[in-house]
């Protein structure tokens, strides 16, 4: 396995790592062809598992997917540092180390869709965007991994948000569409309702609420998104935070006024088909944010 790459290089980070301990001699003759024999041979294990080591395209894309994997877990255990890289190269476990956390890494974010991987737990897709020759000029699984990375963390922070504050145990997919829309109802319902746990019940209660004049200004509803965010671990809550543009808060306090709206509508007893219309109607122009979509059946 060739690791070596051209002066200047941006590929894979392994090879980076080499290629800047050959210039400077931190790395000798013996000490290269060591890691090239740990690579070759990690390479036809990951070719004997997931392809056919008897075939030298396929040998040679599961040496890319090596390179590629252990360039991950080099960047996340030596914290982009070169220098924490090539120690850790030259340790006794070598390649090993680096390509399990980054095997570990893939693992955690990779989209569990339903449909088999070749990979197993490992998404195909993701691997294929590490993956890399060592002569490569660019190597764009940084930033791959970290995008797959802030989708798993807006995934797994909307099931913790459902899981925290919502009182059913069960939730429709198709429900809610974004991360934003799952903190906008939390926010909300808690908002009207004193802190209660979320329930499809938010129009029928708004009869007996009553909207307390402070509530129709931006502060209120961003003290009380920092209020539900305050309750999840620290990383999830940034996560969500990140996720969220900047007209969350006023979409909130335009559906307060929506609402506001509704309940006088609903205590002058107008009908259903008058109450659907008048909803129906602000989310189209307004859409509604926090403001419950479900079927009142």
């Given at each position: 396995?060739?690791?070596?790459?051209?002066?200047?290089?941006?590929?894979?980070?392994?090879?980076?790592?080499?290629?800047?301990?050959?210039?400077?001699?931190?790395?000798?003759?013996?000490?290269?062809?060591?890691?090239?024999?740990?690579?070759?041979?990690?390479?036809?294990?990951?070719?004997?598992?997931?392809?056919?080591?008897?075939?030298?395209?396929?040998?040679?894309?599961?040496?890319?997917?090596?390179?590629?994997?252990?360039?991950?877990?080099?960047?996340?255990?030596?914290?982009?540092?070169?220098?924490?890289?090539?120690?850790?190269?030259?340790?006794?476990?070598?390649?090993?180390?680096?390509?399990?956390?980054?095997?570990?890494?893939?693992?955690?974010?990779?989209?569990?869709?339903?449909?088999?991987?070749?990979?197993?737990?490992?998404?195909?897709?993701?691997?294929?965007?590490?993956?890399?020759?060592?002569?490569?000029?660019?190597?764009?699984?940084?930033?791959?991994?970290?995008?797959?990375?802030?989708?798993?963390?807006?995934?797994?922070?909307?099931?913790?948000?459902?899981?925290?504050?919502?009182?059913?145990?069960?939730?429709?997919?198709?429900?809610?569409?974004?991360?934003?829309?799952?903190?906008?109802?939390?926010?909300?319902?808690?908002?009207?309702?004193?802190?209660?746990?979320?329930?499809?019940?938010?129009?029928?209660?708004?009869?007996?609420?009553?909207?307390?004049?402070?509530?129709?200004?931006?502060?209120?509803?961003?003290?009380?998104?920092?209020?539900?965010?305050?309750?999840?671990?620290?990383?999830?809550?940034?996560?969500?935070?990140?996720?969220?543009?900047?007209?969350?808060?006023?979409?909130?306090?335009?559906?307060?006024?929506f609402a506001k709206d509704y309940q006088t509508l609903a205590r002058q007893d107008a009908s259903p088909e008058k109450l659907d219309s008048f909803e129906g109607k602000q989310g189209l122009t307004n859409p509604l944010l926090g403001w419950p979509q479900y079927l009142e059946l």
């Amino acid at each position: 396995m060739q690791l070596m790459v051209r002066d200047g290089s941006t590929g894979p980070f392994l090879s980076q790592v080499i290629n800047k301990a050959l210039a400077t001699e931190q790395l000798s003759a013996l000490q290269l062809t060591q890691i090239k024999s740990k690579a070759v041979l990690m390479s036809l294990k990951f070719a004997d598992k997931f392809y056919n080591k008897y075939k030298m395209h396929l040998l040679e894309q599961a040496a890319h997917d090596v390179i590629g994997v252990v360039s991950l877990g080099l960047l996340e255990l030596a914290d982009k540092d070169s220098e924490r890289a090539l120690a850790l190269l030259l340790a006794p476990e070598g390649l090993v180390k680096p390509f399990q956390k980054g095997w570990n890494m893939l693992s955690t974010v990779s989209r569990h869709s339903g449909a088999k991987s070749l990979y197993g737990e490992v998404d195909a897709q993701l691997l294929q965007q590490l993956s890399s020759p060592p002569d490569a000029e660019d190597w764009p699984g940084w930033q791959h991994y970290q995008q797959a990375l802030t989708e798993h963390r807006r995934n797994q922070s909307m099931q913790l948000l459902q899981q925290q504050f919502y009182a059913r145990s069960h939730f429709d997919e198709f429900e809610h569409f974004s991360l934003e829309e799952v903190l906008a109802e939390v926010v909300f319902y808690r908002a009207l309702t004193g802190g209660d746990m979320v329930r499809q019940d938010l129009k029928k209660r708004l009869l007996n609420i009553s909207l307390q004049p402070h509530w129709f200004n931006d502060t209120f509803f961003a003290l009380q998104t920092e209020a539900a965010l305050a309750e999840l671990p620290a990383a999830n809550a940034e996560a969500i935070r990140s996720d969220l543009g900047q007209h969350f808060v006023p979409a909130l306090l335009r559906t307060l006024q929506f609402a506001k709206d509704y309940q006088t509508l609903a205590r002058q007893d107008a009908s259903p088909e008058k109450l659907d219309s008048f909803e129906g109607k602000q989310g189209l122009t307004n859409p509604l944010l926090g403001w419950p979509q479900y079927l009142e059946l």
